[in-house]
């Protein structure tokens, strides 16, 4: 049973740049692909980015692409997001999750995933 803790949320203002991290535990983490999902009140889930198990390769949602980065530390079970020039219409619920695949895999659906995080809340202020 994997267990997934994200922090690093916050309040920021439109142009802020705001890290995420994912501390992973009891398992592998190096089997996972790990990805990132979001949640707006009243929207559903949605696909944000991912990274495969061995970080050869990623990938992101059309809307945040060249603003945010992902990278991943497996000696230390945390996968990071790193999100640049924020925007309003990114605040959220930002979950982590672990997709247990092939190397070199980069699930973007949420039922590719079988662990999830309880989230974290990024709030961005025009």
């Known amino acids: 049973q994997v267990q997934l803790v994200e922090s690093g949320g916050g309040l920021v203002q439109a142009g802020d740049s705001l890290s995420l991290s994912c501390a992973g535990s009891g398992g592998t983490f190096s089997d996972y692909a790990m990805g990132w999902f979001r949640q707006a009140p009243g929207k559903e889930r949605e696909f944000v980015g991912v990274i495969s198990r061995g970080a050869t390769k990623r990938d992101f949602t059309e809307s945040v692409k060249g603003r945010i980065s992902i990278s991943r530390d497996n000696a230390k079970n945390t996968v990071f997001l790193q999100m640049n020039s924020l925007k309003p219409e990114d605040t959220a619920i930002y979950y982590c999750?672990?997709?247990?695949?092939?190397?070199?895999?980069?699930?973007?659906?949420?039922?590719?995933?079988?662990?999830w995080g309880r989230g974290t809340q990024v709030t961005v202020s025009s």
């Open positions: 999750a672990a997709s247990f695949t092939v190397t070199g895999a980069t699930p973007i659906r949420p039922a590719q995933y079988q662990y």
